[in-house]
Every structure is written in C-alpha cells, then in structure tokens.
C-alpha cells in the first residue's frame, strides 16, 4: 500500500506512510547509557501501520486544537508542552474528520518506524544526518523538516525532543 492523506483543515493536510510488520531487536545495547527499562529484547510486530511523514507541527496542532502550547513559537516547528489527554483529543478530532482511526503509534512502532526495521543501536553519530536539532537544551528553535529523512521516509525521527506515545 502507498501513502495516505489525512486532512487537518480543508486546506492542510499531512502525509502518513506505510510501515511494514516485522521484527527487531528493541530497547538500548548495555554499553550505551539507558533508561532501566530500555533492556534489549526482541519484538515482533504482526500487523503494518501508517506513521506521519513528520512530527505535528505548531500550525497543524493549532488548526485543530484552538491553541499552541508551544512555548518557542514556530508554524513548522514540532508542536511542544502537549498534555497526554490533549494529544489523545487531538487524535480523536483527526479520527471523526476523516472516519480513520488515528492514534499514537505505541513505544515498539515507534522506535522501528525510527530504527527502519532493524536491531542497530541508535548510537548518535550513526543518525546525525537526521538529527534536526533537541528542543530542550535552550537551542533556538527550528522548522522541522531541516535534515535527511530515514530510509523509510519518516523526517525528524532522531534528535527531535521527547515523543508522545501510547505505551
């Protein structure tokens, strides 16, 4: 299957694309500092999903929420400072005005649709390429979308600030 649109307004959109079920080594190697629960383990994902070409901008947010909660204003920027329920509301508005369900992609989706589907560690030199800048440590903000996307296609994957899934 190819892409799909979701339409945000009448006149914004976002493109969502496939990813294919498959396995792969989850979770960090235990020479790289991690998060306790961040052991490797395999996982397997039975079923394909459609992830977002990139992260939900300002803009976007904003079009379907009413307001930014971004701090460091910016229309092409990652949204940022989402509270859970209101990225669960947002989904659910997307869902009913496109009759798809839209939904957050879970830790194990994410982090394969970030890996492209393989057990590499995600070792910063080996992604810098993708790496479009860390929202938290007081660099100016920047438009998504300014460095390579994965072989998958998926932009602002690595480096992007903390992500919001449903796990």
Known sequence: DGPITIN??????????????????QGSP?????????YPHEVVLTKPYYMA???ITQEMYEAVMGANPSKRKMAQAPVENVSYANVIEFCRRLSEKNGKVIRLA???EWEYAARVGNSNPCIAPRYEAQNPHSSGNGEPVKP????????????????????????
Request: overall charge negative.
């Open 8 to 25: 945000v307004t009448d006149t914004l959109s976002m493109k969502c694309l496939p990813i294919p079920a498959g396995r792969f080594l």
């Open 30 to 38: 235990f020479f790289v500092t991690r998060w306790q629960d961040e």
């Open 53 to 55: 070409e990139h992260p």
């Open 106 to 108: 879970t830790d194990a």
């Open 144 to 167: 998504g979308r300014s460095k390579a996307p994965n072989a998958w296609g998926l932009e602002d994957m690595i480096g992007a600030g903390s992500e919001a899934d449903s796990d």
